[in-house]
């Protein structure tokens, strides 16, 4: 819904073009249904369930790949983690999710078939830089702007330990935005850590790495709550 704020001019103001505002707000119909499929059973699973579960506005369901036998086009977003993988291809479903423009969300991690990413998707190409094991911590990118994120939730990521994935590079093909770039040690580096764009007219995520389940532990710990962590969630869902 799109809706416009003004205010009058007033009594000797030079400039009056700066009282008019243009604002959307939106209006959720239903819930949103969103699948989580995985590779193996994981604790990141679980992790992304409890936050997504907080939303009353979501439908969560769970699955790895090899007990999922639903229809996908019913979701409003796939989540895929460690998929696909070294021995499971998913190109059927992607294919299908791709034709309805569904969204989907890549979580690469350790049992990642990267290839197979790139076949997947045409937002960025992944590009291996040899049989490694790379560690991340996340930081903030200040020019993001797909959406606003809290200034507290901002500082926390500097709890969050290191995530891990294969050791690549992500490369555009379409416009993308990065959301966090990776510290690796004490480095700062502008090399994306979590991106998102639209691939046609399916928005598309990628997320590097595994253990997220550690933000969620790490932050409930020091702060008595997750909320840092579940709106990094959120705002991506």
Known sequence: HHYRAVIGCAQGE?????????FYIEVVDGKKN???????PH???????????RYDNYAVEAETIDAFSGDVSKYDLVVFH??????????????????????????VGTQTNVPLINQSQQLAKLNIQGNYIQEARPIFNSNFSY??????TINHLNIFPPTTFPFLEIEPIKDMQVLLYQKIGAISTQKPLWTLGYDDQQMVAITL???????????NAKFGNSNSFDEWIQKIT
């Open 14 to 22: 030079v400039n009056c073009k700066n009282n008019v505002m243009d």
């Open 209 to 219: 790495g595994e253990n997220i389940w550690k933000w969620r532990i790490q932050e």
């Open 43 to 53: 604790p990141d699973i679980s992790a992304l369930k409890s936050t997504l579960n």
């Open 147 to 152: 959406f606003r994120v809290e200034q507290e």
């Open 82 to 107: 460690n998929l696909p993988s070294r021995n499971k291809d998913i190109q059927g479903i992607v294919k299908s999710l791709k034709q309805q423009q569904v969204s989907v969300w890549y979580w």
């Open 34 to 40: 969103i699948l989580i499929l995985a590779d193996a």
